[in-house]
Structures are given as structure tokens and as C-alpha cells.
């Protein structure tokens, strides 16, 4: 059984945060297991494969600076989780940390956020993983078979939800491997666009398009300000996920300052690679919209598999199971936080104490395991045959839901911290300016973002004049108020909400102790 975790962060720095022992097996990642479930969290492979060509159909060859630029507000609020997670090593980050510094109702929508955004990505990412099987299988059809896809993506689901709730250990094997295979198959990849690249050939398809310094231009790039704006919030869905490595602290050896450094490290990782094979990709498939062009619009679903047999020949099933191995890393991985932020608001009270209990044997999340996988199949299922429209524009809605709480994330740090801001240049930088103005950029992302998606031209579907994206996410972002009311009178729950059942509350600092 775990024990209690007991820290020095607080604002104070005098006074130790205690961390309820909730009954996970404590000790068992290392730093490098928090790096690689950080990287495979965010499905690099796939995230590139879905993402390049939208970003290259808005920002051209300033596709490169984007993905920089759509990293600066992510590594700020990396070091504002690593800060929390310094002071007060809980599972349920955002939920835990909020709670702690603006009171019940923030904790408990923090919490929402971060479990709405895990429920949905996981049927856009069941769906990825049911269409990529049946594309290596025969002439690949029953990819366009819904059926087929709609019941292999539940299986998906499933059996990594199983993986889950049968221990944190068996979770990190089947991430090696996957992480492995998608990695050396990117790898293959790569090497052979570098091969082509040094030939001055993409297969017959098109010309090289050398490097140019130009690509990183501020100056050109913000010629045209929205279209900035625009992908860098496409960007900000790319580097989503490095935070469960935060999920996974209490799992974690010295899990007050290792899963801060990992998350820190994946997002530094993420970026180099996000860049350089944008690069390679961008000089070997040219912006252009002929062809493998990343400008071209029937490529922008998905580069990779556009550029395969240009690329690999007949090896080109090989980035078809990178980004499948990617898709089914990230499903795996994206189960962990919801269900751990779950457990979390279970000890403390916020939901009813069932998802407070911890498999005896497992050590694992157990209801709240399967509680979170049964939600993403019910969710899958029904936006499959309801719309897959509408299933396409509620995924879009995700960014609302990381913009969200992220930003509360990176509020809560300079708040929690500010009395010890004055203290040192390094609680300045790191626990006040960076962590606010990560924040701030989130929130102007979610409202930007949203702007855009009320535009009834914007993705596949409207609701009464509405873009269907906005409708689903504020819809669902509602949904977390009318479910904290009804817990703020459930018997089971009131006591949350009232400070009468709140574990490890006496023991924590004051947010701005005098």
C-alpha cells in the first residue's frame, strides 16, 4: 500500500502538503518511464500524420515556426505542473491543485476538464485505431465498413482499458513496446525522405524544396495575424498529453520532483520532433497542392499515408503501423489520467467514494478504470451512428477542453505560489511570469477558438445556425456545472463542497500563509 506523501513546497516552504494515501503502487516508474508515458501520450506519429497538412493549409511555410510558437504556451504551463506537482504530489493534478488554491467548485471543474477531454479524444482515437487495422488487412476496405470500424475501435478501448486496470506495470510494458515500434518505424521512415532529400528526387513525384531560413520568419509569418493565431491552436492539439506523466506521480520514484522533470523533458522531446520531421517532410513533399503536396486538400487528413508509397514502396504498410502503434499508445496512456483524476475526486470527496477505492491486488483505479472506459465506449458508440459529423466537430471541441484547463492549471500555480514569488528569481520566472503568461495565452486561445467555432461554416455540421464544434463543447463543458450541483447536494458528495470532507486539508499550507 502506498503512504502518505508528505512535501516541503508549500508556499510557505516551513510547512509540509500531505498527500492522502489512496492504495496505488507507489515507487514503481522511473524517470524514464514518465518520459516515454509522456511522449506516447500525445501519439506523436499520428498527431503529425493528422495535423502537418492542416497547418500547412493555413500557415504555408511557416508551418515550422508555428509548431514553435504553439509550444512556448505548453512549456509554460509544463513548469506550472511541475511547480503543483513539487508542492503537492496528487493524481488528480489540475482537479487537486485548483481545489487547493480557488476552493471546491474550480477543483471539481478542473477535474471535468481534464476527464472530458480524455473521454473524447478516446473515440476520435478508437476510431483512428479500428480504421488503420483494416487498412493493413486485404485491400484495405473494410476501413470505409462502419460497422466494422465502430466495433474494432470498442475493442480497442476495451482491451486497453483492461490493460489499465490490471496494473500500472503491465501498462508500461505494452507502452515500451508500442512506443518501440512506432518510434523505429518513424525512424525508417525518416531515413528514407533523408535518403531521398540527398538525392534531389521525391520518387519521380515531385522536386525537392531546399531549406529556407525564411520558414522561421516573424515577420512573414504575421503578415497575416489570424492565420497565426489559427495554427497555433491547431498546434496546441499536437503537444497535448505530455501531463499524464503528472497522473502517474504518486506511481512514480520521488514523485514530488520526477514527474515534473519528465514532463518537462517529453515536452522538450516532443517539440525537436514535431520540428525536424516537419522539416524533412516540408523539403520532400514540397506545400504544394499537386500530388503528395502538403497543400494538397485530399492529404490533409492524413500526410503519411498519402506519402507512404512515394516514400517506403512497398514498404509503405510500415508508417501505416507507426501511426496505429502511435494511436494505440495514446489510447492506453489518455485512460491513465482520467481515471486517476477520477480516483483522486473519489478520496476527496467530490464523487461518490466508489471511485475513491483502489483494486486490492491491482493497485489500480479499479471502478474508476472501468467507469472511464465504459464512458468512452458509450460516447463512441453513440456519436458513431448518431453523426460521424458531429463525432468529427465534438473532437475538434478538444481544444476548448485542454484551453480550459490548462489555463486553470497555470492560474492556479501563480496564485497557489505567489506569497514566495519575491523569494527568488527562479520562483519568479518559474512558479509567477511563465505559469501567468501561459495562462493568459491559453485563455485567449479558448476564446479565439471559440469564436471560430461558432462560424456555422466551421467544421462538418451546425446546430440551429451554430458550428456543431462550439454547440458540443460548450454543451459539454455545461454538462461538468450540472453534474458539480447535483454533487454539491448529493449526501455523498455535500461534504466536499461544504470543507467537511476534504483528506489531507488540515495538513496542507494556507494558499498565502502570513
Partial sequence: MSTEITTTGGPGGAHGTTVPAKGLRAG??????SVMIGLASTAPVYSLAATLGLIVAVNGNYTPLILLLGFIPVLFIAYAFRELNSAIPDCGTTFTWSRRTFGPWAGWLGGWGVALAGIVVLANLAQVAGQYLWLLVGDGSLAENKAVVTATGVLFIAVMTLVNYRGIRLGEHVQRVLTYVQYIALGIFALAIVVGIVRGSAGGETTIQPFDFEWFSPAGAFADPGAVV??????????????????????????????????????????????????????????????????????????????????????????????????????????????????????????????????????????????????????????????????????????????????????????????????????????????????????????????????????????FGVGGAFVSGVLLLALGVVLAVVCRFLPSTRGYFTGTNVPGQTAAPSPNPK
Fill in 230 to 463: 489559427h495554427g497555433v491552436l491547431l498546434a496546441l492539439f499536437i503537444y497535448w498529453g505530455w501531463d499524464t506523466c503528472l497522473a502517474v506521480n504518486e506511481e512514480t520514484e520521488n514523485p514530488s520532483t520526477t514527474p515534473g522533470r519528465g514532463a518537462v523533458i517529453s515536452a522538450f522531446i516532443l517539440v525537436a520532433i514535431y520540428v525536424s520531421v516537419a522539416l524533412l517532410v516540408m523539403m520532400y513533399a514540397t506545400v504544394g497542392t499537386e500530388g503528395i503536396g502538403l497543400g494538397n486538400e485530399a492529404n490533409q487528413d492524413d500526410v503519411f499515408l498519402a506519402m507512404r508509397d512515394v516514400v517506403l514502396g512497398p514498404w509503405g504498410w510500415l508508417i501505416v503501423v507507426a501511426v496505429l502503434a502511435s494511436v494505440l499508445s495514446s489510447t492506453q496512456t489518455t485512460i491513465l489520467p482520467t481515471a486517476r483524476g477520477t480516483l483522486s475526486m473519489g478520496v476527496h470527496g467530490a464523487l461518490p467514494a466508489k471511485f475513491g477505492e483502489v483494486h486490492p491486488k491491482n493497485q489500480t483505479p479499479g471502478f474508476s478504470t472501468q467507469v472511464m472506459g465504459a464512458a468512452a465506449i458509450a460516447y463512441y458508440v453513440a456519436m458513431s451512428f448518431l453523426s460521424e459529423n458531429l463525432l468529427s466537430d465534438s473532437i475538434s471541441a478538444i481544444s476548448l477542453f485542454i484551453a480550459f484547463y490548462y489555463a486553470l492549471t497555470g492560474f492556479a500555480c501563480f496564485w497557489y505560489f505567489r506569497s514566495t514569488l519575491r523569494h527568488s528569481a527562479r520562483n519568479l520566472w518559474f512558479r509567477g511570469i511563465l505559469p501567468l503568461v501561459g495562462a493568459l495565452l491559453l485563455t485567449a486561445a479558448f476564446f479565439v477558438s471559440a469564436v471560430q467555432m461558432w462560424d456555422p461554416a466551421y467544421g462538418d455540421t451546425q446546430i
Fill in 28 to 33: 514503481i516508474l522511473d524517470l524514464g518511464d
